[in-house]
């Protein structure tokens, strides 16, 4: 059994009036929270949206937050970050540098492909050929014996959310023939939507972890003062790999 944590869309620096102080706060409460477990996760990812508005200083604030964790989150951008001091803050790489941050990691119990669906400039997103021919090499040298999972901050697939849905990624048939190619991809995972989320995308679960830093209120919720909810907690998901290659994800309020 393999049993990870996902989080997503903490987006440090936003600012309600009051510096970034309240998006931090959620982030550290939640991280927080995980330290705390009796038990030990296998892995936790970070989906996306680290940061809000893909700042140096809103890097410079997660090293130093995400360090402070007994957990180390496999990582990848999304459409609020900024690539090149994404890359310089968490790889010590070229801060000029803008092409995708793709990663792979093969952990005892898993293997996690960590893609880059960013586009810079841009609300939407979208794996581009070379994200694609790389996610279908690493699929490919994966260890065959664990569970493989695609990662990344777009959902491919409308998830019936008024707000995100106009920005989901799009191309997806392109990545569901890559998948397609590797029975060993067991779900694949995203963020993006600051709602929980769990539908199917090519014969594959595909779950999307709710927001940290907000909640999205659905269509037959009402739009209240927006289609954003700042009030209601910030939440995370478990997943949990079975023996019988079943997921089952828990998705937790975080008091």
Not at 158 to 182: C, K, M, N, S, T
């Amino acid at each position: 059994m393999f049993v990870f944590a996902q989080l997503s869309d903490i987006h440090l620096g936003q600012d309600k009036g009051d510096g970034g102080v309240r998006a931090r706060e959620r982030a550290e409460r939640v991280l927080r929270y995980l330290d705390a477990l009796p038990g030990e996760l296998d892995a936790v990812l970070l989906t996306g949206d680290i940061a809000d508005h893909g700042a140096p200083e809103e890097y410079e604030t997660a090293v130093k937050l995400l360090a402070g964790s007994r957990h180390a989150p496999l990582l990848c951008p999304g459409n609020h970050d900024a690539r090149g001091p994404y890359r310089a803050a968490f790889l010590g790489g070229d801060p000029a540098d803008t092409s995708p941050v793709n990663e792979f990691h093969v952990l005892p119990g898993a293997t996690f492909a960590m893609c880059d669906s960013s586009i810079p400039a841009r609300g939407d997103g979208y794996l581009d050929d070379g994200t694609l021919a790389w996610l279908d090499r690493s699929l490919a040298g994966a260890p065959k014996d664990r569970p493989a999972f695609v990662c990344f901050h777009h959902p491919p697939v409308p998830l019936h959310g008024q707000y995100v849905d106009p920005i989901r990624q799009f191309g997806e048939d392109r990545l569901a023939e890559v998948v397609g190619r590797h029975p060993h991809v067991a779900a694949l995972l995203c963020g993006h939507s600051h709602t929980p989320a769990v539908t199917t995308f090519a014969s594959l679960p595909l779950v999307a972890a709710p927001g940290v830093v907000s909640t999205l209120r659905m269509p037959w919720e009402g739009a209240g003062e927006g289609p954003l909810d700042y009030a209601l907690p910030p939440m995370l998901a478990f997943h949990v790999h079975d023996d019988e290659g079943r997921l089952t994800t828990h998705f937790r309020v975080v008091p």
